[in-house]
């Protein structure tokens, strides 16, 4: 993301204008970015999604530091108060996530594909996409709340088929083959889908507004909506102790 900016920032500063696509240090950071995607994608095969979501503070630890050397910012008292409060938390979140067999078959995520609870989060989910693509699209509100708000809501969606097709790829590459069923191919699509439209309303943000904004505001909106579909289509605090989801969630 950072490397991202800073192709945006040259970009702005050259002569004659050309797409940021083009932009081989932007490329650097899609390519980055997406190798940190196949380590998240490999852990969700591994952990519940309420334990690998909140990790990604590191992005965030990392960022505030990147940010120093390669976008010249400076590094504030509440910057660093902010990062010790986020390394606090993780280790809450980790400590207390819950600890659930992951051997997810793909009979599995059919049944909770069709569960009442998620069907109606999918719902709530939809309406509230389409407002803010109407408000995005028709009314040009490109505010960093509706931009990384959307793509949170997408987020939520990316998690759910990647933690079901990494554990299915897992359980086949131990002998319990997964990869004739539909539902893996329905949500490898779900997962490269969401994935795109994610990059593009990120990138978005990241053109219009500071990575020192950008990065700890997408990470809070992501780890939200991870750990709410985790909660709702896996169920992983189905049985958890109270003192673990009170200290859960004051991480």
Not at 5 to 21: D, G, I, M, N, S
Not at 64 to 88: C, N, P
Not at 159 to 171: F, R, T, W
Not at 199 to 214: C, D, G, P, R, S
Request: hydrophobic share 55%; aromatic share 14%; with cysteine.
């Amino acid at each position: 993301l950072i490397f991202q900016k800073c192709a945006h920032l040259r970009l702005v500063c050259q002569a004659e204008q050309k797409p940021y696509y083009r932009s081989k240090l932007w490329w650097c950071g899609i390519i980055l970015l997406g190798l940190g995607e196949v380590g998240n994608f490999t852990a969700y095969g591994f952990a519940p999604i309420t334990l690998v979501a909140p990790v990604g503070c590191v992005s965030v630890v990392g960022s505030a530091f990147i940010s120093v050397f390669f976008l010249k910012k400076t590094m504030r008292t509440a910057d660093i108060l902010g990062g010790t409060l986020t390394v606090t938390g993780i280790y809450l979140s980790v400590t207390f996530a819950p600890n659930l067999p992951q051997e997810l078959t793909a009979r599995q995520v059919q049944n909770y594909l069709v569960s009442w609870p998620f069907l109606v989060y999918s719902i709530l989910e939809i309406i509230i996409f389409c407002i803010l693509l109407y408000f995005y699209k028709r009314k040009a509100v490109k505010h960093i709340v509706v931009l990384l708000m959307m793509v949170a809501l997408l987020a939520s969606l990316t998690v759910i088929a990647v933690k079901a097709v990494s554990s299915m790829i897992v359980l086949s590459v131990k002998g319990k083959m997964q990869l004739t069923y539909s539902v893996f191919y329905i949500m490898g699509v779900l997962m490269a889908t969401s994935c795109a439209f994610q990059i593009k309303f990120l990138n978005q943000a990241m053109h219009l507004y500071e990575a020192t904004a950008v990065v700890p505001i997408n990470f809070v909106f992501f780890t939200t909506s991870a750990i709410i579909s985790g909660v709702i289509f896996y169920q992983e605090f189905q049985s958890a102790a109270f003192l673990s989801v009170f200290m859960f969630l004051s991480g």
